[in-house]
């Protein structure tokens, strides 16, 4: 093979594992970001149908105070509840109103899993354009049939 080839071969190369690479492990951990963020507010969804199912106006509970370190609370009403909207910010709502809010960020949750699942889409198929052109530039046979991802 020709220095040219090989030059061309390796930079192809370079630019999967320095870029492509990179930046599919990076859209992956952020679409699993959002996905624990969906979980976190479905179960609040959970625990708040529960409250109202069963008609529970207080509660004691425990209270992680950091380091797996709890404390007995009270709570003598539940009708109002604080939910993190973000930034740091904690909004009072009543349970319907929660419900709603939560509505709304589940839905902007699955958008934003959509957007980085076609993302990591993309960035996949870049992938194997670049495998294709180094297959190419290599001269090597066509493979017939993938039986899973190569990556």
């Known amino acids: 093979m020709d220095s040219f080839r090989q030059e061309k071969v390796q930079r192809f190369e370079e630019f999967v594992d320095r870029r492509l690479k990179p930046d599919l492990v990076q859209a992956i951990d952020e679409r699993d970001k959002v996905f624990e963020q ?15 199912k ?49 509505s709304l960020k589940e839905e902007k949750l699955a958008r934003q899993i959509e957007e980085y699942t076609r993302l990591i889409a993309s960035i996949k198929a870049q992938i194997k354009m670049v495998c294709e052109g180094i297959r190419e530039l290599l001269q090597l046979p066509a493979e017939r049939s993938l039986r899973g991802p190569i990556f």
């Open 38 to 52: 969906q979980k976190v507010f479905l179960d609040l969804r959970r625990n708040i149908e529960n409250l109202q």
């Open 54 to 102: 069963n008609s529970v106006t207080s509660l004691r509970t425990l209270v992680n105070l950091g380091s797996e370190v709890y404390m007995q609370a009270d709570v003598p009403d539940t009708q109002r509840i604080f939910v993190d909207v973000g930034l740091g910010f904690h909004v009072e709502f009543t349970w319907p109103e929660a419900l709603n809010f939560i």
